[in-house]
């Protein structure tokens, strides 16, 4: 753990010279985002369907938590796609770590810490927003919302850490966003409740790591968490974590031992 804490700050330092250029953007986004499909379309939306089509709360209230969990997907994907194979192939940021006593867990872990640090701050940014907006109806409900969106993140971020180690090209992320990143974004339950879709691709919502963090963001905004769905929800999303973790691990130790030789 002490070569972790001493790894993160390599990351610590680099975020405090580059905070400042996303700071706005954390704001002004999800500013944007919900005045625009919130309240905008969301009036549409309750004055044509009315709250009793979305478990009886507004659509602003219901796309909200949904909105925070797509937000930590997305961050997620951004700091272990490119950000990460970068230092594999262009960089050597992970090379000139193993010339120090890391070891490729360390590496692993360190950065990780790192992107979980990252997730907290962007989403409790997030919430900040919700909470002028009216939608984060108590402090324990926004915390355990935070907490949720965290989870989720990691639960996409580690399998994405050994997707960027385990690809050649840096062309094959598209793949990744068309198939994995836009789809869970869309189809995970964030704008429409996913039992309105076509029973035989219903299912697929309910495989995605995103759909459950949604159900956790929404439960906990909204005050209408359960214990035993709660429960499970975030079973499946430390499964996610631990099996894209063991691939991670697994993914950083033969590149780096290809570099090496």
């Not at 984060?136 to 935070?146: E, M, N, Q």
């Not at 198939?179 to 429409?192: D, N, Q, W």
């Not at 039992?195 to 299912?203: A, C």
Request: charged share 10%; aromatic share 14%.
């Amino acid at each position: 753990m002490e070569l972790v804490r001493r790894q993160f700050d390599y990351w610590a330092t680099t975020y405090r010279r580059s905070w400042k250029g996303s700071i706005i953007s954390s704001f002004v986004n999800p500013l944007l985002f919900l005045s625009a499909m919130g309240v905008g379309l969301g009036g549409y939306v309750d004055d044509s369907s009315g709250p009793q089509s979305l478990g009886g709360v507004s659509y602003l209230a219901f796309l909200a938590p949904g909105l925070l969990a797509t937000t930590a997907l997305q961050t997620a994907v951004s700091e272990s796609s490119f950000a990460v194979y970068g230092k594999f192939k262009w960089n050597k940021v992970y090379s000139s770590m193993t010339a120090t006593p890391l070891r490729v867990v360390d590496i692993l872990n360190g950065n990780l810490l790192y992107v979980g640090f990252r997730l907290a701050t962007t989403c409790a940014v997030f919430l900040i927003v919700l909470a002028a907006f009216g939608v984060a109806g108590s402090i324990a409900g926004a915390l355990g919302a935070l907490l949720s969106a965290v989870l989720v993140g990691m639960a996409c971020t580690t399998p994405v850490f050994g997707y960027s180690a385990w690809i050649k090209t840096d062309a094959a992320f598209a793949v990744l966003f068309r198939l994995g990143l836009i789809p869970m974004f869309l189809f995970s339950g964030a704008f429409f409740p996913v039992d309105q879709m076509p029973d035989t691709i219903e299912w697929l919502a309910y495989l995605t790591p995103v759909w459950h963090g949604v159900e956790l963001c929404r439960g906990f905004t909204l005050g209408s968490a359960e214990l035993w769905p709660g429960v499970g929800h975030v079973g499946y999303l430390l499964v996610w974590i631990a099996v894209g973790w063991l691939w991670a691990r697994t993914a950083f130790q033969r590149r780096l031992v290809e570099a090496s030789s």
